[in-house]
């Protein structure tokens, strides 16, 4: 079995540092469905209890929205500490902040700290508007620091993160969700994946393929076939990394359901591509390491 670095993982205590949309569970009820079930806190130990019967090295956490984002990068990183499993963190932050570059400064002195991650999704409480001054200038300052660009865009917005990119092509960007598709009938298809080539036409963009269940709901192998393969055409394996969304993902299907549709999917690819979308850009995009 090909070993797997899942680009997206959530860990969080509610009980210590709450996540905004988990405090009320009507939130975002619209976006997930009824979501009661999912856990007030969930570890790394549980995570790996739902992972065991995979070859999971290591994942990318993802904020999914701390009251205090540093505290919760802090924590998420001692979750990996004398273990034997990569965790490499993902921070979530408003580049409109005027506090953005202390922020960032303190973020990049975690020994694990990968990316910082912008919501241009207006449902999330989506941040400033891409072209502004202060927002690009702020979104400048990861190269400094080396750490990744991750912007979650709905599919109207692909426009705004393709001119991030224009602008930035010092920072390594990598498009949430591939690109959160709204309109999921055969023309939005069509459509998403003419943006998807649009945003790839960057070279420093690469795109996180998960969260299928928040996408498309109750999802089938088939119905996301010709989405997620769009998305390959558009970045490329190399450009292309994937991701369980868990424990999110729990609402629709599991981590064994959810790879087995990778693997089916993508059967047609080489080797080596396989080892790009499983683990390789992942690594490169996140940890930097070839």
Same mark, same amino acid.
């Given at each position: $079995?090909r #070993?797997?670095?899942?680009?997206?993982?959530?860990?969080?205590? #509610?009980?210590?540092?709450?996540?905004?949309?988990?405090?009320?569970?009507?939130?975002?009820?619209? $976006?997930?469905? @009824?979501y009661?079930?999912?856990?007030?806190?969930?570890?790394?130990?549980?995570?790996?209890?739902?992972?065991?019967?995979?070859p999971?090295?290591?994942?990318?956490?993802?904020?999914?929205g701390?009251? @205090?984002?540093?505290?919760a990068?802090?924590?998420a #990183?001692?979750?990996?500490?004398g273990q034997?499993?990569?965790?490499?963190?993902?921070?979530?932050?408003?580049?409109?902040?005027?506090?953005?570059?202390?922020?960032?400064?303190?973020?990049?002195?975690?020994e694990?700290?990968?990316?910082?991650?912008?919501?241009?999704?207006?449902?999330l409480?989506?941040?400033?508007?891409?072209?502004?001054?202060q927002?690009?200038?702020?979104?400048?300052?990861?190269?400094?620091?080396?750490?990744t660009?991750?912007?979650?865009?709905?599919?109207? #917005?692909?426009?705004?993160?393709?001119?991030?990119a224009?602008?930035? =092509?010092?920072?390594?960007?990598v498009?949430?969700?591939?690109?959160?598709?709204? @309109?999921?009938?055969?023309?939005?298809?069509?459509e998403?994946?003419?943006?998807?080539?649009?945003?790839?036409?960057? =070279?420093?963009?690469?795109?996180?393929?998960?969260?299928?269940?928040t996408?498309?709901?109750?999802?089938?192998?088939?119905?996301?076939? =010709?989405w997620?393969?769009?998305?390959?055409?558009?970045?490329? =394996?190399q450009?292309? $990394?994937?991701?369980?969304?868990?424990?999110?993902?729990?609402?629709?299907?599991?981590?064994?359901?959810?790879?087995?549709?990778y693997?089916?999917v993508?059967?047609?690819?080489?080797p080596?591509?396989?080892?790009?979308?499983?683990?390789g850009?992942?690594?490169?995009w996140y940890i930097?390491?070839n």
């Open positions: $079995m #070993q797997i670095l899942d680009c997206n993982v959530h860990l969080w205590d #509610q009980r210590d540092d709450p996540v905004f949309w988990l405090s009320d569970r009507t939130l975002v009820r619209d $976006m997930l469905g @009824d009661s079930s999912l856990p007030d806190v969930y570890t790394l130990a549980d995570y790996r209890r739902e992972t065991s019967d995979h999971v090295r290591g994942g990318v956490w993802s904020d999914a701390a009251a @205090d984002p540093l505290h990068a802090a924590w #990183q001692r979750q990996a500490e034997d499993f990569e965790l490499w963190l993902v921070t979530l932050a408003d580049p409109a902040s005027a506090g953005w570059p202390a922020f960032v400064r303190s973020f990049a002195e975690l694990r700290a990968a990316g910082v991650r912008i919501r241009l999704v207006a449902a409480g989506g941040t400033a508007a891409a072209d502004d001054e927002v690009t200038r702020h979104l400048g300052l990861l190269a400094g620091h080396g750490l660009l991750t912007v979650e865009a709905g599919g109207e #917005q692909l426009d705004q993160v393709l001119r991030i224009r602008a930035l =092509p010092q920072v390594s960007i498009l949430d969700h591939f690109g959160w598709p709204g @309109d999921l009938s055969a023309v939005g298809q069509r998403h994946a003419a943006r998807l080539k649009a945003v790839a036409s960057a =070279p420093n963009t690469a795109t996180r393929i998960d969260a299928l269940g996408v498309f709901g109750d999802w089938t192998v088939d119905r996301v076939r =010709p997620l393969l769009a998305a390959l055409d558009a970045f490329g =394996p450009r292309c $990394m994937l991701g369980s969304d868990l424990p999110i993902e729990r609402l629709r299907s599991g981590f064994g359901t959810l790879y087995d549709c693997t089916e993508f059967a047609d690819l080489a080596h591509e396989l080892d790009d979308l499983w683990h850009t992942a690594t490169r930097g390491e």
